[in-house]
Each structure stands twice: as C-alpha cells, then as structure tokens.
C-alpha cells in the first residue's frame, strides 16, 4: 500500500465532487441513490446542517481535506462526505431537501461562497488503498464513529468488491467472526429498512435505530423460529416463509424497537425472547410459519418453488441449489423465466453465466437490453401494448393541436415503447400489472435516472465505464421487477 504521505493534495470544486453512493453512514436501499436522495440522506440523518453552518462561521479547515479516488462517474468522496454536502448546499442551496432550503441559504452570508469554491482533497489511489485510514478514523475515539449498522455497511460494501472474510478482517481490524455477524446485521437492518412502517424515518436512521437489539433478537433461536429465518455463514439472511407473513411480525418487532418499548433487556436470553412472542405479540402480528415461501434481503417477494417436493420440501430444493453451483454472473442462477419469448430466455442464461468482473462492458450492454426486451415481452403477453399506443396517439394529438401544420409530429409505424416509457407504465397503480412493494419502489429508479441512468451512458456513452460494484448494483434496482414479470 503507498503511504497516504505520498498521496497527491489538491483544490477542488465541491461541485464537481461526487457523494459516495457506498458511504456507510447511510441505510441501505435496493437501489443505488442519486446524488439528490443522497444529500436528502445526509441532511435528514448525518447533521449536514450543522457542518454547514460551522463551515460558514469559520470556513472549511485546511487541515481537514476530503479523501477522494478517481472512478468512471468522476472525483468521488469517500472520506468527507457530510463537509462536501455541507458545502454543495451553500453553494447551491436548491439542492437541499423539501423544508430545507430556507435554512441553508440563511447561512449564506458574505464571503461564504468565495471561501469554499474549492475545497482541499487528498487523492487516494484506490478505495482500497483508502479503506485502512478510513477504518482508523472512524474507529478512533476523536473522531465520530460509526454505529453498527454504518460499520455493518462498510463490511457489506468490501464483500462486493470481492474481499473474502479473511481480508476483510484484516482490513476492519476484526476477526472474520465478527465480519460474518456484521454482515448478518446489514441483512437484518436491510430487511428493516424496507418495512413501510410509521416509524420508518427512525429505522433508517442508522444513528438513531437500535440494530444492536434487532440483531440480537433475530440472532436467538426464538426468534429465528418467530420469523421464519436462518442466518448463513456466508453472512446471508434468508427466509423460509411467505414474505408477507414474515412481515407482519418483523415490522412489529422493529417498531416496538424504533420506539423504545422494546430494548435489549427485553431480548436479553432466549428465554426473554420465548416469552416476549409467547405473550406480548397481538395475535395478529403473529406470522404463520406454515405458510411457505422464501426470500432475502436483496429480494423481498415470495421466491417460493412452484415445483413437486417430498413432504417440507427442504431436501429437494437444497439439493436443486446445490445441483445450480455458485452464482458466477450478474444475475443469480436461481431466477427462472415463464415468458414464451425464447430471446428472453437465452439472454437470462447468458447473464446468469456472463461474469460482470471480466466482461463488463457486455454485461452492461446485455442487461440494458434484456431488462428492455423482457418488458416488452411482458406487456405484449398482457395486452398492454396496444393501450400504450392508444395513450402515444393521445398525448401527439393533444401536442399537435398548438403547432402548425408543417411542425406536426407524427407516430413513427412501426410504433416501439422506449424503456422508459415501459417502465413509467408497469409502475402505474390504475394498470394493476404489478405487485404493490415493486410499483413503490418502481418510479424512484425511473424518475431519480440512478440505475437506469448508469445503463443509458453504458450503451450511449462512449466515454462512460461501468465497473463490476455498479452493475450488480445496478441488478439489485432491477431485481424485484425482473423476477416478478418473468415469473
């Protein structure tokens, strides 16, 4: 590893400084943020606003720089974050979230702006290189440390770089044990984060959420047999009833914790927990682990086997998965196809076989247009498309009506729906073509361009280089979508 002494150090606009999408101070979601949802993220969670207002009263510290590495967005920070948003947000306080923007730009007085139109950074080689100090800093007593489920990101994040346990260990400073529960708590704080609860803007808060006692609870025999779950020694969650039953008493127990009724003295033993589901959860929040189904936490909807087993099922599908071996390509090798499109069919196999590490630029390439021959493929099975043409007609018509006669357009014959449009469609409650957790999920991806925006400059750009950690990102967006429209 080079020296960070040897590090190159220089001016930059925190304009053209990209936030970390990967920063573990910020609760996982099943896609990757935009830079908006990212400052929304740090504002409402991280303290931005006091950064910035110590920022405007003293000025940005020399001696504080930023670390940031070169990667194909651009200049990214991964060690800095909340002091780059603070100052994005001074220069540019539209940026700031909803009932925001009025306080950031109150802090804008004379001389804040010329003071902090570049900022010091520290140019580190690689992430890699980076992750030691970083680990160091925030570990550190002076310097703010992260809570569990920061910590339990920043393990989830080198797992998709592909560091084993080991590595892993020796970079956090831990042993592979304790890697192996972080890596359980980001799962259990994933699924915790995708509740739609009235207490969720606590949960995914990682300061204030007590992961500490959910894991605790999910980690005792009780309450693995509660909700249905094993924890893999890989570091994965998995569930072995149906979703929505697994819901009904996950969400109870996490809002009994995200509102403080439950805390670790109540999980404190087995026993605690025994007699906690036994006498304190409504009935009604009570799963019924004889309903079966199976998920995780990348894929929250019902993965349930359709096909023939002997009595519980359990050996024939273990068995079906060994038979399958390890997920080499970008899409798991456990996702089918029913679409009667042969075309859809071929192009899941080879991307379930095509490895994003070393072919890259063909993954990109063959996702974009698998996600968009699948859709269509969908819709056409459905009947939606001569709808969608309809509504094309529609909407050219009603344009046309203020244009003269030589600037009218017309709809090109033959009419195709562009990915987007098809996306926009199968988001829409009215069309009932999907099921409620996906179409809430859909129109952020469509609307906020993150994912979708990263396969356009893959196909369009020739500039643009994805890399292995944005396409399986990239499949995470997707991948509620995609297994429920190929079912």
Known sequence: MKAAKSWITKPASPKRIHL???????????????????????????????????ISLYGFFPTEAVVVVEEEIGTVVIEGNRRVAACKLLLAPTLAPKGWEKKFRGLVGPGVVEAIRSIPTVVAPTREEAYPMIVARHTAPQISSWAPAMRATFYWNLQKRGYDFDAMARLGRSTPSEVRKALQDHEIYSLACQLEIPEAGTVRNAKKFDLTTLA????????????????GQDGTVRGHIHVDEFRKGFGWIVSEIANGRATSRTFNKNEDVEKYVREDVPREFRPNVEAKGSFSSSNT???????????NGSDEKKSRRKALGPNVGLIPRDVKCALKHPRVAALLVELQKLSPKQFTNACAFTFRSFLEISLYCFLDERGQLPAMKAAEIARIDAKNQSRPDGRKERLPEPWMPGLKEMLTWVSKPENRLLKDHTMKALPKIVSEQGALFGLNLSTHNPAYHPSEAVLRDTWLSFSNLLTEILE
């Not at 990967?22 to 991280?46: D, G, I, K, Y």
């Not at 609870?217 to 094993?230: C, D, I, N, S, Y």
């Open 20 to 54: 970390d999408p990967f920063n573990p101070r910020l609760a996982p979601t099943p896609h990757v943020r935009s830079e908006r949802e990212l400052v929304e993220a740090l504002v409402t969670t991280e303290d931005v606003f006091d950064v910035a207002k110590s």
């Open 216 to 231: 605790r609870f999910v980690r005792t025999p009780a309450g693995k047999a509660f909700l249905g779950v094993t924890l």
């Open 301 to 311: 909807r019902d993965e349930s086997d359709p096909e023939p087993t002997d009595g």
